[in-house]
Every structure is written in structure tokens, then in C-alpha cells.
């Protein structure tokens, strides 16, 4: 039969779900505990309305901001995510790539399929790398200076330090659906497999899978063999005095990723972050914690400008863009959108859901009668009455 050509991310969402087997499906797209967070960060768009002005004159709207101190001409970049290879084995390469094509960047995660060097060789430009502050349980080694000296070798230009996982959440669709580390199979769970047809062969010829980033560094390794081994380098005695030695670590544009409290952003300021994102981990932490949208206002006054505030979680339209940039956000990242695109058609898919969200976010502002995504602010937004 012949299909349609995706136009928006929730199609691109629709084929991914076809094209993953239902425990990839669970990683992918499912939140913590009853998904209040997940849901929320989604319907806290709905909440905002635009203001529309006619006969502005402005013809073509200009995108480009300004992340990890590079020139984007989109104000969306790609949030990291964990063993991308799963989605679809070119996994962050292919996501990188396409980020490239579109003018944008990727963060890259601690956990990523590639590691930061083969990342590094298959793309032209410098991206950007998330880094998970974990020591290793048997010799204490602090993993974070390794990974911190390997993503500068390999020439990143940014580093996220992501703080909202001083324990793994409690996904239980993940376990329901057999997801883990490693992964429990059933003959039914292979069956579902098996009709992936794709997928399937993807898995079985490129085993592009888990964490070649993890694999690679000794005391990271064990990690990818047992969910209670990558526990084990999770810290949740750590405290913002910690953080210290990772901003001495790294020199470059450092910026704390899983912000949501005004407090914390005062603390991530006084640690010397050149930014914050405001993120509750797509919903997948604590589950009952604000949508993004909610906790960015607070953050954006709190910060009164003194650095960039970034915002990721449920971003999966254009307005949704421009929403976050109108409440004082100067980028925004997206996570599972690239994920369905990379499901569904690899780096081509990614490259047309950036593409997506570029029209999108130039017809709203249009509509809006507004010239670029610089001018936005508060003035170009209103809460919708309560229903
Ligand atoms: C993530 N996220 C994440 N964050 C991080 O700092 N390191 C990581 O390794 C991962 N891994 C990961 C895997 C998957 C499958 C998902 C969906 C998410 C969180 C991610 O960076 C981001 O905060 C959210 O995905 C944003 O929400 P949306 O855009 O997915 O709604």
C-alpha cells in the first residue's frame, strides 16, 4: 500500500511505532510511573495562546540563535538520548548529520551508541556532549574527567551536565514491555521483534545496540551488562559543591541540564554555568514533577538575563517552539521527535522533522506578524481562560 509522506511529527510518531519493536517502542516513548510528567509537558502548550498582529510587513522570519556559543539557524537542537542505535543502527551519527543539514547541533549523550570519537569522524561540525556526573563504585575513579577529556579531544564544543538522575526513574513501561539492561526476551518479545522486519535485520547485521560509549571506558563498561552496575555509578550523594570539579574540567560553555526550580538555576549560576536547560528528563524521572513550560517562567525571572535559559520536554510543533522562545527560552531541544524520525526513515527522517519544525516555526511567526525569533517575549503570548 501506498503511504502517505509524513507531514507532521505525530505522523512521523505513528511510524515509528510501526517500525519499533514494542519493547523499543517502551524506551522510546515512555515516561516514569503514570506519566503524569510526560503528558504534561504536552498539554502545557495547550495552555498558551499567541498574539496575532496583521499587516506587520514582515516578510520571512528569521530563526537563527546562538547554543554552545555556535551560530544555529534553527532554534531547536537535538537533546541527548541514550543507545540511539536502538531507534535505528546509524543511530547519533545519522542524528548528527541530519542536525548538520539543518543547521542545528546534537547533544551527545554519555550513553550513546557511537562513542564520541566515531561521532566526531562522521560529521563535519562540532557538536555539543552530555555528560552524566558518575564515579565508578569499585575504584571511585571519577568517570566524568574521562569522559570530560575525551569530548575535548574529539573536539566537542559544549558540555550538558545532566543532574536529575541521581537515580535511575522508575519506567514501568520499560518493564512491563521487557526493556532493560539486559533486555528479558520472551518467544513472544522475539516474535515482535521478528515482524519488524527492518528493524530485525538492522539488529542482527550492524548490532548497533547498546552503548559503545559506555563499552569503551573501563569502569563504564559493566554498565551495559546489568542495570544494577550503571546504578552503581549513579550518585545521589552528590551535591552543587561537586559540580565544582567538573567546571574546573571543562573550560568551554557548560551548562546544567534538568533544571526546573528558580533556586537551582541561582545555584547553577553561582558554579559559573553559562546556561541552564530547563528539563525534567522527558517525564522519565520524577514522575508528578512540573511540565517545562510550567517551571520556565520562574527560571527565566529568577536568571533576569544573565545567561541563556534552554527548555526541552513535549516540543513537538512549531508554536510549541515559539511558545518556549516568547516565555524566555533561547533555544529549546527536542528528544523523542528525532527518535521517531530516525525510526522511521534514519537521517533523512531527522532532517525532515528539523525541516518540519523550521516551516512550522517561520509560518507561526508570520501568522504572528513577528520578524524573527529574537523579538519575541511575553508580550506575544496569553494563558488561555480555565475551561
Ligand atoms: C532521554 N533523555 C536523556 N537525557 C540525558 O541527559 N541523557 C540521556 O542519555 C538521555 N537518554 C534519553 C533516552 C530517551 C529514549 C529519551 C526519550 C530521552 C532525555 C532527553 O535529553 C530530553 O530531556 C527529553 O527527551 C526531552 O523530552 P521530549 O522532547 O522527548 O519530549
Do not use: C
Not at 498574539?51 to 551560530?71: C, I, M, P, Q, W
Not at 562513542?115 to 562540532?126: G, L, M, N, Q, Y
Not at 521517531?340 to 526513515?345: E, V, W
Not at 512550522?360 to 529574537?374: P, Q
Request: hydrophobic residues 40%; charged residues 25%; positive net charge.
Amino acid at each position: 500500500s501506498v503511504r502517505n509522506r509524513p507531514i507532521t511529527v505525530e505522523d512521523y510518531r505513528k511510524r515509528a511505532r510501526r517500525a519499533l519493536p514494542t519493547m523499543v517502542w517502551a524506551f522510546v516513548d515512555g515516561g516514569a510511573e503514570d506519566e503524569i510528567t510526560l503528558r504534561a509537558n504536552r498539554s502545557a502548550f495547550d495552555r498558551w495562546r499567541l498574539r496575532s498582529r496583521v499587516l506587520t510587513g514582515h516578510a520571512g522570519a528569521g530563526l537563527s540563535t546562538k547554543v554552545g556559543g555556535v551560530d544555529l539557524s534553527l532554534p531547536v537542537f537535538l537533546s541527548p538520548t541514550g543507545m540511539t542505535g536502538l531507534t535505528h543502527w546509524t543511530g547519533e551519527r545519522g542524528a548528527a548529520r541530519a542536525a548538520e543539514r539543518a543547521g542545528t547541533r546534537a547533544v551527545i549523550s554519555t550513553a550513546s551508541s557511537y562513542t564520541v570519537e566515531e561521532i566526531a569522524e562522521a560529521t563535519a561540525e562540532d557538536h555539543f556532549f552530555q555528560l552524566y556526573p558518575w564515579t565508578s563504585a569499585t575504584t571511585g575513579e571519577p568517570l566524568s574527567k574521562k569522559f570530560i577529556g575525551r569530548a575535548r579531544q574529539a573536539g566537542y564544543r559544549a558540555l550538558f551536565v545532566t543532574v536529575d538522575v541521581p537515580v535511575a526513574g522508575n519506567r514501568e513501561r520499560e518493564r512491563k514491555y521487557g526493556m532493560g539492561i539486559p533486555p528479558r526476551m520472551t518467544p513472544l518479545r522475539v516474535l515482535d521483534g521478528a515482524r519488524r522486519a527492518r528493524w530485525s535485520y538492522h539488529f542482527l547485521t550492524k548490532q548497533r545496540i547498546s552503548s559503545r560509549m559506555l563499552v569503551d571506558e573501563r569502569g563504564a563498561a559493566a554498565a551495559v551488562r546489568s542495570a544494577k552496575a550503571q546504578e552503581s555509578l549513579m550518585r545521589p550523594d552528590l551535591r552543587w559543591d561537586d559540580l565544582a570539579r567538573i567546571r574546573d574540567w571543562w573550560q568551554g560553555p557548560l551548562y546544567i541540564k534538568g533544571i526546573l526550580d528558580p533556586d537551582d538555576a541561582e545555584a547553577a549560576m553561582k558554579l559559573g554555568a553559562d546556561g541552564v536547560l530547563v528539563s525534567n528528563h522527558g517525564g522519565r524521572q520524577l514522575d508528578g514533577a512540573r511540565a517545562t513550560l510550567e517551571a520556565l517562567p520562574a527560571v527565566v525571572d529568577r536568571i533576569a538575563g544573565r545567561i541563556p535559559v534552554y527548555l526541552d520536554g513535549g516540543v513537538r510543533r512549531g508554536s510549541d517552539v515559539v511558545k518556549a522562545l516568547a516565555l524566555g527560552a533561547t533555544a529549546v531541544g527536542v528528544g523523542r521527535p528525532y527518535l521517531y524520525g530516525l525510526a522511521a526513515r534514519g537521517e533523512d527522517g531527522v532532517a525532515h522533522v528539523l525541516e518540519i519544525f523550521r516551516e512550522e516555526i517561520e509560518r507561526t511567526l508570520t501568522l504572528m506578524g513577528v520578524a524573527s525569533v529574537a523579538e519575541l517575549d511575553r508580550t506575544h503570548v496569553y494563558q488561555a481562560p480555565p475551561t
